[in-house]
């Protein structure tokens, strides 16, 4: 009978510190793509309640003319919404309505920055005017 040799089976150091030198490679590379995932979801995030919002002062104004005055209203409020709130903006996570006829004036507060005579409305901050 010969000699039966057991055989140790494992990783030697080198192997695991090459795999977790490239698990860090891999992740450095990833994570700007991550990062950025959260910038672009708040851009659709905001731009998904700015829709919600036109959609309901476009109601408004139908309801409005049906009734023979046609216009917007003079303010944004909760009553406008199904779930009764405005929507909040994700950067500043605020659903106040400021009055206002130009972005550029926006105070940067958070909010909505509305013009109730053409019915448009903004992110209530200088940085976020295209939307």
């Given at each position: ?58 109601i ?48 940067g ?23």
């Open positions: 009978m010969g000699v039966i040799r057991k055989m140790k089976r494992g990783f030697t150091l080198i192997e695991l510190v090459m795999v977790i030198v490239i698990l860090g490679i891999l992740a450095a590379t990833a994570l700007p793509r991550f990062i950025d995932l959260s910038s672009q979801a708040k851009e659709a995030a905001a731009k998904g309640s700015l829709g919600g919002i036109r959609a309901a002062l476009s408004q104004y139908a309801s409005n003319a049906v009734s023979g005055s046609a216009g917007y209203p003079a303010n944004i409020t909760a009553g406008m919404f199904a779930d009764s709130q405005v929507p909040r903006e994700p950067y500043v996570n605020s659903s106040g309505v400021v009055a206002g006829s130009d972005p550029s004036t926006a105070t507060a958070g909010g909505w920055l509305y013009d109730s005579a053409n019915g448009r409305v903004w992110i209530n901050h200088s940085s976020y005017t295209t939307y």
